[in-house]
């Protein structure tokens, strides 16, 4: 290990609710290698690629770096051919390539600017040392123009000249950068972490990744694909040896514990650098494994299984009786998905009448509930993206089929509501019509009168006609579920009925007079669904 924590010394000198599977790759060395450093690779346009290597450089006085007396590493640029291998290696263009270190880079999807990491320089090309002399990596950015030239180079806002900072990496939407650095706030030896950057161009103040990236030994190279998953490598979570590459999706406000991908991605020896391009199934890395050409190699590699991190998210409660809270074992629930597509299905427990489902996180569900003799449930329920949320908890209350008030049997659903001056059913009121049409369909005999009324605003004989037009909007939607035209009526009743003191010229509120709006649904001769109770 200590051969590549000397080099990235300079270049930067509980698993809860997630399904995780670390993948499968193949992996090539490339022909590219040197006997000495090769890796850093960054996905460039046209199928191109930059990535660090020795210095080629033809000086009077050979320049080699004191730790490795191996040439400085400078920036190339090389092409992908069909089998992966980088060809037609070159320097790139432009003022990038100075004296020292320049390696590790990451660009915008415009691939008109992009951020590397370099020794630390003043605006004269100087060397510039801390205050115990070390010439500390820093963070740059720079503009690349129409002929692929590297130019306006400028120093990060948060660099300092007493830490390093370096290993850059930027989010897909481009709204976050991710580096390393050991400045002091660090967890342990060097961390991964992560700064804003704004629409007008400024940054935020770099924050830690936090115990479960960053460990006490050395967590460096962040890579973030498209797909939201940080890879990075560490010698401070459990692993083959050395350093090991990771993956942890980033959700929301967390984190998942990170994964190690296995052999052959990892060996005893140190291996990093790992990124992954656009389609998620092919990529590069680099090691100092044995079977390797040189110091450290670049490898090409397939994933032949992607990687795998979901988050997930527990919805759980009880199914009861609405009005008695008394449980009910055996009632069937499901969850459906914003489509309407049952995810999962199961019965409640025949003890406590509990039910569970674990879906995924950052979604939309329906939950359905249903028993014998109790009207069906939904409940939309919503889940974050946010890997350490608690359990959503959600106890379904069932309703029975049916209500006596005074001595009228009804249908016992939630009272059907319509906006003001309107006669078209509202989304809720579906929900609550739907319950109407289950009833129906479980007692084929049964018929129904459907009665709508109106709060007191507005002119009786109006009010009568809009009653009506709301009561025919029920049947019409009832209808259209597929119950026959014969087994269902509808009239409007106006404001003949109001269920408040909110008759005319009295003073109420909008819900007040809301509640007048309404729509119930008698069975016309209770006797023969009694009859034809199973």
Not at 173 to 190: A, W
Not at 198 to 214: A, L, S
Not at 371 to 385: A, D, F, H, Q, S
Request: charged share 30%; hydrophobic share 30%.
């Amino acid at each position: 290990m200590k051969k590549i924590i000397t080099v990235s010394l300079l270049l930067i000198s509980i698993l809860i609710g997630a399904q995780t599977t670390p993948g499968k790759h193949s992996i090539r060395n490339l022909d590219v290698n040197t006997k000495l450093a090769d890796f850093g690779v960054a996905y460039f346009k046209n199928n191109e690629i930059v990535f660090a290597s020795p210095s080629e450089k033809v000086t009077i006085i050979k320049r080699v770096w004191n730790e490795n007396q191996q040439p400085f590493l400078d920036l190339y640029l090389g092409d992908i051919d069909s089998t992966g291998q980088i060809i037609n290696k070159r320097p790139l263009k432009g003022d990038v390539n100075r004296k020292e270190h320049e390696a590790m880079v990451t660009f915008t999807n415009d691939y008109k600017t992009v951020y590397f990491s370099a020794n630390n320089y003043s605006e004269k090309n100087k060397s510039i040392k801390s205050s115990k002399g070390f010439d500390n990596i820093q963070l740059y950015k720079a503009s690349i123009n129409a002929l692929g030239e590297w130019t306006n180079i400028e120093k990060l806002p948060f660099n300092s000249d007493e830490f390093q900072s370096g290993l850059p990496t930027l989010s897909k939407d481009e709204t976050k950068l991710y580096f390393v650095s050991d400045r002091p706030e660090s967890i342990g030896k060097t961390d991964i972490y992560v700064v804003d950057i704004h629409k007008d161009g400024t940054y935020g103040e770099p924050e830690n990744m936090g115990p479960r990236i960053n460990t006490e030994e050395r967590e460096m190279f962040p890579f973030i694909s498209d797909d939201n998953i940080l890879y990075f490598s560490s010698n401070g979570h459990e692993g083959y040896g050395r350093l090991d590459v990771f993956a942890s999706k980033i959700f929301d406000n967390t984190v998942s514990e990170p994964i190690n991908l296995g052999e052959p991605i990892n060996s005893t020896r140190d291996d990093f650098a790992y990124i992954l391009d656009g389609t998620l199934r092919k990529g590069y890395f680099a090691s100092n494994r044995k079977e390797g050409k040189g110091d450290d190699d670049i490898y090409s590699f397939n994933q032949d299984e992607k990687v795998f991190i979901e988050c997930l998210q527990t919805v759980k409660g009880v199914v009861r009786d609405k009005d008695t809270h008394e449980l009910l074992p055996g009632s069937m629930v499901s969850i459906l998905d914003s489509d309407g597509n049952q995810l999962q299905i199961t019965a409640a427990d025949e003890e406590d009448a509990t039910y569970s489902f674990d879906v995924p996180c950052n979604g939309t569900y329906t939950l359905v509930g249903s028993n014998p003799k109790y009207l069906t449930e939904k409940i939309e329920v919503k889940t974050v993206n946010d890997i350490e949320q608690p359990a959503i908890e959600q106890n379904i209350d069932l309703a029975t089929e049916f209500i006596m008030v005074g001595d009228e049997l009804l249908v016992n659903i939630d009272v059907i509501y319509f906006d003001f001056d309107k006669s078209n059913i509202r989304k809720d009121a579906a929900e609550e019509l739907d319950k109407v049409v289950d009833v129906m369909n479980r007692y084929p005999e049964m018929k129904i009168a459907a009665s709508s009324y109106t709060d007191s605003r507005g002119p009786a004989s109006y009010n009568m006609r809009l009653s009506d037009r709301r009561a025919k909007s029920s049947v019409k939607y009832i209808i259209s579920k597929g119950i026959d035209a014969d087994r269902i009526t509808g009239q409007g009743f106006g404001e003949t009925q109001l269920v408040n003191d909110c008759g005319d010229g009295k003073k109420c509120s909008e819900a007040e007079h809301q509640l007048n709006r309404r729509t119930k649904f008698k069975v016309v001769e209770p006797i023969k669904v009694k009859k034809g109770e199973k």
